[in-house]
């Protein structure tokens, strides 16, 4: 089975990206799965059911979200009814969604795709440990083949959650901090993992935001209304390869140029 990844779409760009690209690249990787990262595909901040449904119906299988879940207020009711768009499991109990998602194949083999937050510099109201194992037991009810997106901003917070999983999960995908990481690999226990899949989105800019913006709000401390910007759009995410026995055989990392509109 072959496991596409999109990492973390960015605002209308990251959005128009996935339309344009990702029914080709499905066909082309002969990708079975396509889990997505939506978080910020709403203005870089957050996601609107809009959105959700113009990224699914350009072949993703399910979404996953992050620490930007709430910025929508009408994200809530719209994930207390979807099963394809999930939100980090160890987010409040008390709040609509949950943590783990069962897709299928378009020849019906199941996929279980788990969303975690990091604890670090994030501080949700649970620690991703202390629901990790319940979510990975439940998945293993309904199929071998489970996707971790674990969405942290320390690389060593990742590194850690890959290695504790290694061998009860197919992959361990981390995203949040929109710079594609040089370490996709497959661990000795037969998960593959890379610590950032990186960004789908506007690549000349400081990770999505208008440079100057970014770099004005850093020298000054002033805070500032950030933009997202427009140029160098790329689609960036991971291929995993694995057996029925969910084991993954190959991680790689997957990186594709969106052609400006005269070169289109």
Same mark, same amino acid.
């Given at each position: &089975?072959?496991?596409?990844?999109?990492?973390?779409? *960015? !605002?209308?760009?990251?959005? %128009? @990206?996935?339309?344009?690209?990702?029914?080709?690249?499905?066909?082309?990787? %002969?990708?079975?799965?396509?889990?997505?990262? !939506?978080?910020? +595909?709403?203005?870089?901040?957050?996601? #609107?059911?809009? @959105?959700? /449904?113009?990224?699914?119906?350009?072949?993703?299988?399910?979404?996953?979200?992050? *620490?930007?879940?709430?910025?929508?207020?009408?994200?809530?009711?719209?994930?207390?009814?979807?099963?394809? =768009?999930?939100?980090?499991?160890?987010?409040?109990?008390?709040?609509?969604? %949950?943590?783990?998602?069962?897709?299928?194949?378009?020849?019906?083999?199941?996929? @279980?795709?788990? *969303?975690?937050?990091?604890?670090?510099?994030?501080?949700?109201?649970?620690?991703?440990?202390?629901?990790?194992?319940?979510?990975?037991?439940?998945?293993?009810?309904?199929?071998?083949?489970?996707?971790?997106?674990?969405?942290?901003? +320390?690389?060593?917070?990742?590194? +850690? &959650?890959? $290695?504790?999983?290694?061998?009860?999960?197919? +992959?361990?995908?981390?995203?949040?901090?929109? =710079?594609?990481?040089?370490?996709?690999?497959?661990?000795?226990?037969? #998960?593959?993992?890379?610590?950032?899949?990186? &960004?789908?989105?506007?690549?000349?800019?400081?990770?999505?935001?208008?440079? /100057?913006?970014?770099?004005?709000? &850093?020298?000054? !401390?002033?805070?500032?209304?950030? %933009?997202?910007?427009?140029?160098?759009?790329?689609? /960036?995410?991971?291929?995993?390869?694995?057996?029925?026995?969910?084991? @993954?055989?190959?991680?790689?990392?997957?990186?594709?140029?969106?052609?400006?509109? /005269? $070169?289109?």
């Amino acid at each position: &089975m072959r496991i596409l990844f999109v990492a973390d779409v *960015n !605002g209308t760009p990251g959005v %128009r @990206a996935v339309e344009r690209l990702l029914p080709d690249l499905r066909e082309e990787l %002969r990708a079975d799965f396509c889990a997505l990262n !939506g978080e910020n +595909a709403t203005d870089g901040l957050g996601i #609107t059911p809009q @959105a959700a /449904e113009r990224l699914l119906a350009s072949g993703a299988d399910v979404i996953t979200l992050g *620490n930007h879940t709430w910025r929508r207020k009408e994200i809530g009711p719209y994930l207390a009814e979807t099963d394809r =768009v999930i939100r980090p499991g160890n987010l409040s109990q008390h709040t609509p969604g %949950r943590g783990l998602a069962i897709g299928e194949t378009r020849a019906g083999a199941k996929v @279980a795709v788990i *969303n975690l937050l990091g604890q670090l510099f994030l501080s949700p109201p649970a620690g991703p440990w202390e629901v990790v194992d319940d979510l990975v037991a439940e998945a293993r009810q309904s199929t071998p083949v489970i996707v971790v997106d674990f969405h942290g901003e +320390a690389t060593s917070e990742k590194v +850690a &959650m890959a $290695a504790y999983l290694d061998g009860k999960v197919t +992959a361990v995908l981390g995203t949040h901090t929109h =710079v594609q990481t040089n370490d996709a690999r497959v661990l000795p226990g037969g #998960t593959a993992a890379i610590t950032d899949a990186g &960004m789908t989105g506007p690549h000349d800019s400081v990770i999505g935001v208008v440079t /100057e913006l970014a770099v004005e709000q &850093m020298r000054t !401390g002033v805070p500032i209304r950030f %933009r997202t910007a427009k140029g160098g759009v790329r689609l /960036e995410g991971a291929l995993v390869e694995c057996g029925e026995d969910g084991r @993954a055989t190959s991680c790689e990392p997957v990186r594709v140029g969106l052609p400006p509109p /005269e $070169a289109a």
